[in-house]
C-alpha cells in the first residue's frame, strides 16, 4: 500500500480544494481523508510505503488541445513517443494532436 501524505488536492467535479491523504492499495484509490488516522483505520501500517506530497497537488489528468508532436515529416522537432512522454510528466492525459504534419494527419489510414 501507499500513502500520499499532506498533497493539495483539487478536483473541481467534487469542489475539493484542500490538503489531503490518499491511500493507494494495488494502483487504485481506496480511500481520500484530511487526516493520515482516518485514512489507515485498521490497515497495515508496516506494510506502508509513504510519500510526503507537501507542496504538490494532486489533482484529475490534464487534457492539452493543442499538442505538436510533428509526426510523419518533422520527427526531428517531435515525434508520438517523446511528446507523449512529455505529457505524461507534466500530468497530462489526453492529447489533441495538430495536423501540421507531413502527410497531413486526416484520416484514420495516417
Known sequence: ML???NTHMID???G?????????QDDKIIKIAEKEAAVFSG???DMLQ?????GMIAAP???DAHVHFRE????HKEDIRTGARAAAAGGVTTVVLM???????DNPET
Open 3 to 5: 500513502l500520499i501524505k
Open 43 to 45: 490497515k497495515e501500517v
Open 50 to 54: 509513504v510519500i510526503d506530497a507537501g
Open 16 to 24: 475539493t480544494d484542500a490538503r489531503k491523504d490518499i491511500l493507494i
Open 99 to 105: 495536423a501540421n504534419t507531413n502527410p497531413c494527419v
Open 72 to 75: 510523419p515529416g518533422f520527427e
Open 61 to 63: 489528468g490534464l487534457v
Open 12 to 14: 473541481p467535479a467534487s
